[in-house]
C-alpha cells in the first residue's frame, strides 16, 4: 500500500499531459475532508492518506505518493439537492436560511447545492426555490467545514453574517437587527482603581 504525504492545490503548475496519465482518487466530499484515509485508485491501487489536519481535497488537486508518483484527485457524484430559482431574489433569501443552519453549501453563478436532506428539500420548497435531487460533484465553500460549525466567534463568520443580513433586510425592510454574529472582541473599557493609601476610600 502506498503512503501518500504530500498534497498540491489546484491550480498546481503540473503538465496537463502528466495529470491525464496519472491514477485517480475519486471520492465524495465527506471523505476528500478527512486527512487519515485508506481509498482505492481507479486502477485498484490501495493507497493511505496521511494528510495535515484540516486538509480538504478539492477536485483537481494533485497527490504525491512516497514513490513518486502523482495522483489525481476527482469530485465523486453523490447525492445533492440543486438548487435554483427565476428569481435570484428568492436564491439569496435560500442562501441565507441555509447559512443559519450552518449548512455547507456549493455557490455557482446561478444556483445552490448542498448534501441531500429531506427536511431542508421541504424548506426549500417552502422558500418558493426549485430544490431537486441529482448525483453530482459536491464542491462546498471553504469555511464550512473544519473545525466544527462557526458559531459568531470567527471574525470572517461575523462580516459575512453581517453581509447576508444587510442584504436580507434590505429587500425586507426588516429593522430588527439580530447580531447573532456575535463579535467576542470583549474591549470593555473596565477602568480598573488601584486602592492605596491616596484613593481616598476607607480601606
Known amino acids: 500500500m502506498q503512503k501518500i504525504d504530500k498534497h498540491l492545490s489546484a491550480p498546481h503548475g503540473i503538465a496537463a499531459v502528466l495529470v491525464r496519465r496519472a491514477p485517480k482518487l475519486v ?3 465527506a471523505e476528500r475532508s478527512k486527512s487519515r484515509l485508506r481509498a482505492t ?3 485498484g491501487e490501495e493507497v493511505a492518506l496521511f494528510l495535515p489536519r484540516g486538509t480538504v481535497l478539492r477536485g483537481g488537486d494533485l497527490l504525491v505518493t512516497e514513490g ?5 484527485v476527482q469530485a465523486a457524484a453523490e447525492s445533492v439537492l440543486q438548487v ?10 435560500a442562501a441565507y436560511h441555509l447559512g443559519n443552519r450552518h449548512t455547507p453549501v456549493e455557490v455557482g453563478r446561478d ?11 421541504d424548506m426549500l420548497a417552502r422558500l418558493g426555490v426549485r430544490a431537486e435531487r441529482a ?3 459536491f464542491e462546498p465553500e471553504a469555511g464550512a467545514y ?3 460549525h462557526k458559531h459568531g466567534h470567527d471574525a470572517t ?7 447576508a443580513q444587510a442584504v436580507f433586510h434590505e429587500h425586507h425592510g426588516h429593522d430588527h437587527d439580530h447580531d447573532h454574529g456575535h463579535s467576542h472582541g470583549h474591549s470593555h473599557d473596565h477602568e480598573h482603581h488601584v486602592h492605596d493609601e491616596h484613593c481616598g476610600h476607607k480601606h
Not at 68 to 72: A, M
Not at 111 to 121: F, H, I, N, Q, T
Not at 157 to 163: G, I, K
Request: glycine content about 12%.
Open 146 to 148: 473544519g473545525g466544527g
Open 41 to 43: 485508485l481507479d486502477n
Open 27 to 29: 471520492l465524495p466530499f
Open 157 to 163: 463568520f461575523a462580516e459575512d453574517y453581517a453581509a
Open 135 to 137: 448525483e453530482l460533484p
Open 111 to 121: 444556483y445552490l447545492r448542498l448534501e441531500y436532506d429531506p427536511v431542508l428539500a
Open 68 to 72: 513518486g508518483v502523482f495522483v489525481e
Open 84 to 93: 435554483g430559482a427565476a428569481d435570484p431574489q428568492a436564491l439569496m433569501r
